[in-house]
């Protein structure tokens, strides 16, 4: 008998699984945050396309840090961690040192939310919205400069039409006892 290896040609990263990805070309730490926002998980929101005009954090004091201006830019989609997709920033840690609990998105007109239930809204009545930091960030000055931020989204709910193929290829229970089933041989 002989053995086969297989190698998979697909690879897919799942969140705070490999430590290679961790770091930069400079050897130093990324870091991964988990962004969360209360008012969002009550909407049920499971994606946003958002046009952001600034992005600040704020620290343990409440005194907010401006990081970058996104002038120009058209929208960001940006999805949970259920779809596996994340944001790189190369300016979140460029910040002074300390400790930092939310960051801030400002929006501009044109931003939308995509709820659970795949239908789009638009979100023009927000000037902002923030979003709490998990574990908070720590920047002591020698991280590297990139930051993955991922959000925790409601994942979107299976349509109508998954359920009901699902439904069809399910196959029908008995329903009948084991006494009934021991007649039956």
């Given amino acids: 008998m002989s053995t ?6 697909i690879w897919q990263t799942v969140p705070f699984s ?7 070309s400079d050897g130093k730490c990324i870091k ?4 969360k926002n209360e008012f969002v998980d009550d909407l049920n929101v499971s994606e946003m396309n958002l046009n952001i005009a600034k992005f600040s954090a704020f620290d343990t004091l409440g005194k907010e840090h401006f990081i970058t201006d996104f002038k120009g830019q058209d929208a960001l989609t940006i999805k949970g961690i259920h779809a596996g997709d994340f944001l790189r920033s190369k300016s979140v840690l460029l910040l002074e040192p300390g400790t930092y609990t939310r960051l801030r998105f400002y929006l501009e007109y044109g931003s939308t939310f995509v709820y659970s239930d795949r239908v789009e809204e638009p979100a023009d009545g927000f000037n902002h919205l923030d979003f709490e930091i998990e574990n908070r960030l720590t920047i002591k000055g020698d991280e590297s400069p990139e930051a ?3 959000f925790d989204f409601v994942p979107f709910k299976a349509s109508k039409l998954v359920i009901s193929i699902k439904q069809f290829f399910k196959r029908p229970r008995r329903v009948a006892g084991k006494l009934v089933e021991s007649f039956s041989h």
């Fill in 148 to 150: 993955i931020l991922r």
């Fill in 18 to 24: 490999f430590d290679f990805s961790k770091w930069d």
């Fill in 4 to 9: 086969t290896k297989y190698y998979p040609t």
């Fill in 32 to 35: 991964d945050m988990v962004l």
